[in-house]
């Protein structure tokens, strides 16, 4: 498998930690009507750069997406692994509410639409990338 | 690492609590004039309690689920209807403490987050069937 990575690139990292971000914004639309719910996120960016950082503490090796190894994340619970949950943070809330609840089900649900689209565009990589690996392999 | 059924969890969690919330509110409704004429055993509006659902270790994504469904305390609505059958030595007949007003925004906002939900797990579904087709 990982003879395939510099042909996949980032985009199957980037599959991962889209789908973990869809997670948070779902459980955050569940909880739209919970009292003292607090929203999360998962900043794509920050993760980009962290992965980055650790790329070029490594020297060596293509871009991809690591999950970040310690909890610098302000919303990271103690309970919190690498693995589950990168650069996981609170939303700053534009209004505040009387119940302590912090989702905007507005916000929420285009950072959901805005996730699910960039996993579609690295779906549409990712085949891309496998039609031209066939391609190459059947020779026609 | 978790799989991308997580999000079937999470939105059908929401679900099945906006539909106990649901019910309440019918529930509500229908019990809105049902008089009585001891304030004590009259009907009392009811409320769904809702909380994150417990987090599994290394899952920080929580579903939702009603931790009870509670009695409303306010006083019921005391009536002055003496030819009421069910009026008690003085005249007075009790109502239930229904706000209908409000139990008709708490459907509507039921109704809503319930179709958020599903449109929540519509996107997850097709994805994952997108992704199961992968290089097809």
């Known amino acids: 498998m990982a003879d395939l990575d510099p042909v996949f690139g980032l985009h199957a990292q980037s599959l991962a930690v889209q789908r973990q971000r869809m997670e948070v914004l779902a459980a955050n639309i569940a909880n739209a009507d919970t009292p003292h719910y607090q929203a999360r996120d998962i900043d794509f960016s920050k993760v980009l750069a962290q992965a980055q950082g650790q790329q070029q503490a490594a020297a060596g090796g293509s871009l991809g997406l690591a ?21 996981l943070s609170y939303r700053v809330p534009l209004q ?5 609840n912090t ?6 649900q285009s950072a959901y639409a805005d996730a699910a689209m960039h996993y579609q565009a690295s779906l549409s990589f990712l085949s891309g990338q496998i039609k031209g690996l066939m391609t190459a392999i059947t020779g026609q | 690492m978790s799989s991308s059924f997580r999000i079937f969890d999470i939105a ?12 309440t509110v019918a529930s509500n409704l229908a019990n809105a004039d ?28 929580p579903g939702v689920r009603v931790t009870g469904v509670v009695e409303n305390q306010a006083a019921p609505e005391k009536r002055f209807e003496p030819g009421n059958p069910m009026a008690d030595g003085e005249g007075y007949v009790y109502a239930p403490n229904v706000n209908v007003v409000e139990q ?6 039921a109704s809503r987050s319930y179709q958020n939900s599903v449109e929540v797990m519509n996107t997850a579904k097709e994805l994952a069937l997108k992704t199961l087709s992968l290089g097809s």
């Open chain 1, 103 to 108: 989702v905007d089900e507005q916000v929420e």
């Open chain 1, 67 to 87: 999950a970040p190894s310690s909890g610098q994340a302000a919303g990271a619970a103690a309970s919190a692994t690498p693995e589950t949950m990168p650069a």
């Open chain 2, 104 to 109: 008709m925004v708490d459907m509507i906002s």
């Open chain 1, 96 to 100: 505040t509410s009387i119940d302590g």
């Open chain 2, 34 to 61: 049902a008089v009585g004429s001891d304030p004590n055993s009259v009907f009392k509006a009811h409320l769904p309690m809702f909380k994150s659902a417990p987090e599994i270790a290394g899952q920080q994504t």
């Open chain 2, 12 to 23: 059908g969690s929401a679900m099945s609590a906006q539909s106990v919330r649901l019910s």
